[in-house]
């Protein structure tokens, strides 16, 4: 028996930052964004050997132990994984130690801006509820996820790529006061979400042309900056965070009334008020490559995730789709399409 799962990565439309804790806790927070066709994968093969194997094909790290009820940290070599399982285990297992062959990879890389850490979380998760049919709901794998995440593990960031990687689809987040979080899936018409899938590109370069590691330690900065900002109730990140909260509603209501032109002009305001809750958020590189960018058809630019590198999306006009797709391949990254994902995290059995 093998159990598989993936979960789809997100890109982040709006409000990104205003669903970590220091300001979602005492503001509320509000995020749009939407899962798109790649994936974070994991399969496991439960075993009777009293081993515990591990594969990771994206971080290219491996673990081979005795089975243990809790699999202590070495560095920052599979956190993720180590803190799935330590907390099925202690949770959902009365702390006795599983045996099995794991593994997982990843479409995008760590660090990308594309929710890869919590989405592996979340796929992880999701097979682990298939093989120990734990009968967890939506919000209960989200908020499980985001537990491990954030609180076990202690890796900065927001709620918005839990939920977004467990729910899927188009998705208007709410992040209440007092910790809890309302998923609004928004039913866009098939000729918005065409008209928006021909007018989306994907680029990936820029400061992601560094290793992952580099990326990964730039976004943690960026978001460690940004609490610390808000936790300091600095006038310039709060008066940023409002309005890409503002945003967020705004391009809601243009989505759902098939405003496109508004929708990609909230975009370039977004991005704007993002650059102003950190002073890291962009660079000299990000901002060259942004301006290349515009001067051949992009009609709006934003970094997806906390900034600092890795994907960029850009929106135009189709017809100029073609013309930006061949400028930006004369730089030295690579060019993607966008496919959304109707579908959150997903799980079966195989043989």
């Known amino acids: ?13 709006a409000g990104g930052g205003t669903d970590l804790e220091t300001y979602s806790n005492i503001n509320g927070g509000a995020v749009l964004n939407a899962t798109i066709s790649m994936y974070a994968y994991c399969s496991i093969i439960p075993t009777d050997n009293g081993k515990i194997c591990i594969y990771s094909y994206d971080n290219k790290n ?19 994984h180590r803190g799935v399982y330590n907390r099925i285990v202690k949770d959902f297992n009365g702390g006795n130690p599983l045996s099995f062959i794991m593994s997982t990879s990843n479409d995008a890389p760590v660090g990308s801006g594309l929710g890869t850490s919590s989405t592996m979380i ?30 076990d593990l202690k890796l900065a960031g927001g709620k918005q790529d ?37 007018s989306m590109i994907l680029y990936y370069g820029g400061q992601s042309r560094k290793s992952a590691d580099v990326q990964f330690e730039l976004t943690k900065n960026i978001i460690n900056r940004q609490i ?16 890409l909260k503002k945003n967020a509603y705004d391009m809601k209501h243009y989505l759902l009334t098939g405003n496109l032109a508004a929708f990609i002009q ?20 990000l901002e060259n490559t942004i301006n290349f960018a515009m001067a051949n058809g992009a009609e709006a630019v934003k970094v997806s995730g906390a900034g600092g590198g890795g994907f960029l999306l850009l929106l135009c ?35």
């Not at 796929?123 to 954030?150: C, M, P, S, T, V």
């Not at 610390?228 to 309005?243: F, G, H, P, R, V």
């Not at 073609?322 to 060019?335: F, I, R």
């Open 1 to 13: 028996m093998i159990i598989r799962s993936r979960a789809p990565l997100r890109l982040g439309f």
């Open 62 to 80: 491996n673990l081979e132990i005795d089975s243990v009820p809790y699999i202590a940290p070495d560095g920052d070599k599979l956190i993720l």
């Open 122 to 151: 979340v796929a992880i998760l999701e097979a682990f509820n298939k093989w120990l049919k734990l009968g967890l709901n939506d919000y209960q794998k989200a908020r499980l996820a985001y537990d491990i995440e954030r609180k």
């Open 162 to 198: 839990q939920y977004s990687a467990v729910f899927g689809g188009f998705n208007f987040m709410e992040f209440k006061q007092d910790g809890g979080v309302l998923v609004n899936n928004l039913r866009l018409e098939k000729n918005c979400v065409n008209e928006l899938e021909c």
């Open 228 to 243: 610390e900002n808000t936790a300091q109730k600095k006038d310039t990140t709060i008066s940023a965070l409002d309005a």
């Open 266 to 285: 909230a975009i370039r305001v977004g991005w704007e008020n993002k650059k102003k809750t950190s002073s890291i958020v962009s660079n000299t590189e």
């Open 317 to 351: 006009n189709p017809i100029n789709r073609q013309k930006l797709t061949d400028a930006l391949k004369t730089l030295d990254g690579s060019v993607y399409s966008v496919k959304f994902s109707d579908s959150g995290a997903e799980s079966w059995i195989t043989h």
